[in-house]
């Protein structure tokens, strides 16, 4: 079948979906600033409505990530934690009924993704810990992403460690909720990085492989698939297959 890069409407993966469980992946829900780098990791918000009404119209309940493959199920997350998601996403999904997981860097709660300005990306702030409440309150869930956001394959495996099973704790300890879902950060991994996020206590883990999930995929190297804004070429796509 062949797809799209990039997750912007429905339509091209519909029969894709049906194959398994989808999970969607989104970052900040802001329009695009003047002069961003990394232009991929934004989605207006517009648009962001517009993806998640059409899936609900669709007849999609949203799920945890590792929920056993079901017709008609999908889970949304949301890396980092960002401001953004709780000011302009949270309001849409409460009014059209989702429910959605964000993976939360434990060390960088209240300040800013400082990783994405050393990667080459702006920095942008993140939930400080009574946003966090307020999102959980909707009805959201949480999880985990390191303390920091490194690259776990990357970095010596004690720190490696340090970075899981610290970044688990620390939430817990501060929301009161046990930490069953992680994401890799950057979708880094490997081997050892599965057997540490495994060790941990964590139920599932997220990468950023693309695809659906089926009944014998691996919950601790889910695929998903990144939501974005489409561009002129992906539109030039979806009109010649589906014209």
């Not at 050393?118 to 869930?141: C, F, H, K, T």
């Not at 599932?204 to 695929?223: I, Q, S, W, Y």
Request: aromatic share 10%; charged share 30%.
């Amino acid at each position: 079948m062949n797809l799209p890069d990039y997750y912007s409407e429905l339509k091209p993966f519909r029969r894709h979906f049906q194959e398994g469980f989808p999970i969607l992946c989104y970052h900040k829900t802001e329009p695009v600033p003047a002069g961003a780098r990394i232009r991929g990791l934004y989605l207006e918000p517009g648009l962001f409505r517009q993806q998640i009404r059409e899936l609900a119209k669709a007849g999609f309940s949203f799920r945890p990530p590792g929920m056993s493959p079901g017709t008609q199920t999908l889970a949304i997350t949301f890396d980092d934690g960002f401001v953004s998601n709780l000011q302009a996403a949270a309001p849409v999904m409460r009014e059209i009924g989702c429910r959605a997981i964000n993976y939360l860097v434990a060390d960088r709660i209240g300040k800013t993704s400082d990783w994405e300005a050393v990667e080459g990306g702006e920095a942008r702030p993140l939930m400080d810990e009574s946003q966090i409440r307020d999102w959980m309150a909707a009805g959201n869930w949480i999880g985990g992403h390191t303390c920091t956001h490194p690259r776990l394959s990357r970095i010596p495996r004690e720190r490696a460690r340090e970075e899981i099973v610290s970044g688990k704790k620390k939430l817990e300890d501060r929301f009161g909720v046990p930490m069953e879902h992680f994401a890799y950060p950057f979708g880094d991994y490997d081997e050892g990085v599965v057997d540490l996020v495994r060790e941990a206590g964590f139920k599932t883990a997220c990468t950023m492989d693309r695809g659906v999930n089926a009944r014998e995929t691996d919950p601790f190297c889910l695929k998903r698939w990144t939501a974005r804004y489409p561009t002129r070429t992906l539109k030039s796509l979806i009109r010649r297959i589906f014209r």
